[in-house]
């Protein structure tokens, strides 16, 4: 399935659930706000336990829609350049002689 359909399906099912629920609440003639937020919590309830699959493809999509993300923004070459390479070294270099002066300093 399409992601976009995935998340029109999804989203369209857990809106029938709230107007169900919505609309058994108001025929009970509870006051309206109230019924609003217990028909929320009932459907978001409902939703979690009955509506996994569309949950989860949902869910799906939305992690491969991140992934490819994430792709198109890493570079294309895996491989480090030379400037690294050099800030590398030295970066390490500066942290080898900074731990080497702190033993120094404790020896003594």
Known sequence: MKPGRTWLVYTLIRLGLFAVVLAVLLLL?????????????????????????????????????????????RPKSATTSEDEDVEDSAVDAAAADVSGGATAATEK
């Open 29 to 73: 003639q509870i006051t309206p706000w109230l019924a609003a937020v217990i028909a929320a919590l009932v459907s978001l309830s409902l939703s979690i336990i009955f509506l996994r699959k569309p949950r989860e493809e949902a869910s799906k999509t939305l992690y491969q829609a991140r992934e490819n993300r994430h792709e198109a923004r």
